[in-house]
């Protein structure tokens, strides 16, 4: 028998000690939580991506009545930046959440599977890692890529 342990690591911050670049990042992922359309669940995402050009791209997740229409913040900013901008590296993307009483979290959320994969997918289009910042009132996650959201991942080497 062999154990096989993967280590991932993750930085806490508090906002005063991030740069103003990740911060600014994080105020536009906090106000993009105000475009969110959760009529259902009441929780209000908001995302938002850094381009390798410096620009600043958001999203927020949006409901359906049928359900499994509706999309993650984070997915819709990463295929909206990845349309928009096609050449752009996305090289940091800031979540933050609000519950239904709209207060921020105090402890981060952490993207739901389907939107690890998509952020991998995005890390390896550019083959560049992509910084990962979970804002949560008690402290700011940092993470340095997908790969630790998403260790003993699925990608398109698999199937070389
Ligand atoms: N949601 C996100 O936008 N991102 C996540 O990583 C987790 C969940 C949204 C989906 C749905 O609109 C609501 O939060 C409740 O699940």
Not at 126 to 154: C, D, H, Q, T, W
């Amino acid at each position: 028998m062999k154990e096989l342990n993967i280590q991932i690591a993750i930085k806490i911050y508090d906002l005063e000690e991030l740069s103003e670049s990740d911060r600014e990042l994080l105020g536009a992922a906090c106000e993009a939580t105000n475009r969110s359309y959760a009529p259902y669940s009441h929780f209000s995402v908001g995302a938002a991506a850094r381009l390798a050009s410096g620009a600043i791209v958001t999203g927020s997740n949006q409901e359906n009545a049928a359900y499994p229409s509706g999309l993650c913040a984070e997915r819709t900013t990463l295929f909206y930046a990845n349309s928009q901008y096609p050449d752009q590296a996305v090289e940091t993307l800031a979540i933050a959440a609000r519950n239904e009483r709209g207060e921020f979290l105090e402890d981060p959320i952490p993207p739901c599977g389907a939107c690890r994969q998509v952020m991998l997918e995005t890390e390896k289009r550019f083959n560049r890692p992509m910084r990962i910042l979970l804002y949560g009132r008690k402290g700011i996650y940092e993470l340095k890529s997908v790969g630790a959201l998403l260790p003993l991942s699925f990608d398109a080497s698999a199937m070389e």
